[in-house]
């Protein structure tokens, strides 16, 4: 069964609202997640590293006030796209590490995504 | 230029058939995932490696560090293998484009 879950699936969201994306691990404490953007036709773009109890760190281009992050406990992130826009539609997708192993061999889990549409 | 290579990018095999898709990378790693994502967008991590080779099923992934080179297999591919494999190397994240497979009954 899936380890990590992503909520919602879908939403459609009227242009100058904020969408909220859950991430939850389920059966382990990620101390770390991350957050991917992906377009059609396109391959997976990192957009931050979600760090539990710190700031996230933010990709090169990819604006923290517009997307904000916040993972307060071992087992949830959640990323809010603030005044959203038609151009901020597209394929959100988050990961965890499980930190089992070590660093290098933690193996990491997928959401299964979310597809947010701004009209 | 892409950080990581794939090819090819797209791939039309009948099934039975052996498979191959390779990735190349320029930057320095400790491990390289191969990730497969299906026509809903969800993502399962196939495998992470950081050198030799892993075998899981009908699938094999191989990995030359020394020539940043990555090579996936199914061997007896089956429709269900269709399916987008992308290439990811972890340290920075950096994604391939994927190599979109349609294995025909």
């Known amino acids: 069964g899936a380890v990590v879950s992503q909520h919602p699936s879908w939403v459609i969201c009227k242009s100058g609202t904020s969408v909220k994306i859950e991430c939850r691990s389920l059966d382990f404490q990620a101390t770390t997640m991350f957050w991917y953007r992906q377009f059609p036709k396109q391959s997976l773009m990192l957009m931050a590293t979600?760090?539990?109890?710190?700031?996230?760190?933010?990709e090169q281009g990819v604006e923290k006030d517009k997307f904000l992050i916040n993972h307060a406990s071992l087992t949830l992130s959640t990323l809010t796209v603030t005044s959203a826009h038609p151009e901020d539609s597209s394929f959100y997708i988050c990961?965890?590490?499980?930190?089992?192993?070590?660093?290098?061999?933690?193996?990491?889990?997928f959401g299964n995504g979310t597809r947010l549409t701004v009209t | 230029k892409n950080e990581v290579e794939q090819s090819p990018q797209n791939l039309t095999a009948q099934e039975g058939e052996f498979i191959t898709i390779n990735c190349s990378y320029s930057v320095g790693i400790s491990a390289l995932h191969w990730l497969q994502q299906h026509p809903g967008g969800g993502i399962v991590s196939l495998f992470m490696?950081?050198?030799g080779k892993k075998k899981h099923g009908r699938l094999i992934a191989t990995i030359n560090i020394q020539e940043k080179h990555s090579s996936l297999h199914i061997t007896a591919s089956h429709p269900r293998d269709s399916a987008v494999y992308i290439c990811?190397?972890?340290?920075?994240?950096?994604f391939g484009t994927g190599t979109s497979l349609t294995v025909i009954p």
């Open positions: 979600s760090n539990e109890g710190s700031k996230a760190t933010y």
């Open positions: 990811a190397v972890r340290d920075q994240f950096y």
């Open positions: 990961s965890a590490r499980d930190p089992t192993g070590s660093r290098a061999n933690s193996p990491l889990h």
């Open positions: 490696l950081s050198s």
